[in-house]
């Protein structure tokens, strides 16, 4: 899964990098639902690269903090 392909199946088009963008933007929202929700979502999770980077960025900050 790509974000070319996740933004040419999208009913309005969408580059890859405004994906990008708004994923960063929502990012502590989209984090808070991954832990509140942990057996959702795992190919999103586990295959979409931007989202793998800002959960993997979240998981990082976590251990910092505990």
Request: proline share 8%; with cysteine; net charge positive.
């Amino acid at each position: 899964m790509t974000s070319i392909n996740v933004g040419t199946a999208c009913p309005v088009p969408i580059t890859a990098p405004a994906i990008s963008d708004s994923l960063k933007k929502h990012k502590d929202q989209i984090n808070y639902l991954f832990d509140k929700y942990p057996d959702k979502w795992e190919v999103i999770r586990r295959g979409f690269r931007p989202v793998k980077n800002l959960f993997l960025g979240w998981k990082e900050k976590k251990d910092k903090i505990a």
